[in-house]
């Protein structure tokens, strides 16, 4: 046996393949595909979330202040209570043993970037005498994770009269396990996600539940372009078809939704706050057909009313959501 041939065509195979390497390394460069890479996480936010084994994440109990987004902007402070729910201002004193209205959604709901009272919730309790109002969102949460979380807050909540479910079209990719928001989830760790809970189908059209999945990560994607490439078409791989049925599971859940709050005698109504209404247009025929009722409030987030380095809607727009939700809201609850 000649060892040195051996050791000559073993070498020419390595150098080859470091070779091919280096040219599809430098292919997804010149085509816009880097690496992974790591933010800037310059602001040093405080991390609002906590990792949970079922809805991935929920807001933690706590007091957050965090800095302006930009010069002309202004801090904010976000309180959680030990329910995880955000704090909501203008209760009044005999709104304690009163039913309540609960809403459920991600950041827009939540109120990020504003302080407790800003938000369109709170507003809307200024305005409420009938009802304690409760905000259950979480930043990141889709219409799947609401659920969940209604789920659990149903075991410990006994007042609830109606449950209020925002709705904006991205959510629709969070339902589903999307690779493009999942890889954006994990790239903001530090805000506490780690894990993706989300759903499909079965051949029926009945929801079928995903445990919380986590992205798969190449060693060295952070510099090298091939492992994150590989580690993408992994994900994709895993969450193969499923974007293609976002809407269809969408409908599934708020199908899910209201037959889980039917049957104890709780109203579901959703909050569409797309800026065009025909985004609801998919869920009429299904909202009809289950008696569940909605809301449209559809304002164009112009500059003037957006949170200038952030993008999410500043305090005009929380207060110009409100009086649209308490519009709309009369013609389906005594206030």
């Given at each position: 046996m000649n060892y040195k041939n051996i050791l000559i065509?073993?070498?020419?195979?390595?150098?080859?393949?470091?070779?091919?390497?280096?040219?599809?390394?430098?292919?997804?460069?010149?085509?816009?595909?880097?690496?992974w890479g790591t933010?800037?996480?310059?602001?040093?936010?405080?991390?609002?979330?906590?990792?949970?084994?079922?809805?991935?994440?929920?807001?933690?109990?706590?007091?957050?202040?965090?800095?302006?987004?930009?010069?002309?902007?202004?801090?904010?402070?976000?309180?959680?209570?030990?329910?995880s729910s955000r704090k909501v201002s203008f209760y009044k004193k005999d709104n304690k043993e009163k039913e309540q209205i609960i809403f459920l959604g991600g950041s827009v709901t939540l109120g990020w970037g504003v302080n407790d009272e800003q938000t369109f919730i709170s507003q809307l309790q200024k305005r409420t005498k009938n009802y304690k109002i409760k905000n259950y969102s979480a930043g990141g949460y889709g219409t799947y994770q609401s659920y969940l979380r209604l789920e659990e807050i149903l075991k410990v909540n006994n007042k609830i009269k109606t449950v209020i479910i925002s709705f904006l079209p991205d959510h629709e990719i969070r339902n589903i396990g999307s690779e493009f928001w999942l890889r954006t989830l994990s790239k903001h760790s530090r805000r506490g996600y780690v894990?993706?809970?989300?759903?499909?189908?079965?051949?029926?059209?009945?929801?079928l539940r995903k445990d919380p999945i986590t992205y798969f990560r190449m060693p060295l994607m952070n510099h090298l372009s091939v492992a994150n490439k590989v580690s993408k078409k992994i994900m994709q791989s895993r969450l193969k078809g499923n974007e293609k049925n976002a809407t269809i599971v969408t409908k599934a859940i708020f199908e899910s939704t209201k037959d889980l709050l039917e049957n104890k005698n709780i109203e579901l109504v959703v909050l569409s706050l797309a800026e065009n209404s025909k985004d609801l247009i998919p869920y009429i025929k299904i909202f009809e057909k289950k008696g569940i009722n909605y809301i449209n409030c559809n304002i164009k987030q112009t500059e003037d009313l957006t949170i200038k380095g952030d993008g999410h809607p500043n305090q005009k727009m929380h207060f110009l959501y409100s009086e649209c939700i308490d519009q709309k809201l009369k013609k389906l609850l005594i206030k």
């Open positions: 065509n073993i070498i020419i195979v390595f150098f080859s393949i470091i070779f091919a390497l280096i040219l599809v390394e430098l292919f997804l460069r010149i085509n816009n595909q880097g690496p933010l800037d996480h310059k602001r040093n936010d405080p991390t609002l979330n906590k990792p949970d084994p079922k809805l991935g994440w929920v807001p933690k109990e706590g007091k957050y202040s965090f800095n302006a987004f930009s010069p002309e902007g202004n801090k904010f402070e976000i309180n959680i209570l030990p329910d894990s993706l809970p989300y759903a499909s189908i079965n051949e029926k059209g009945d929801l």
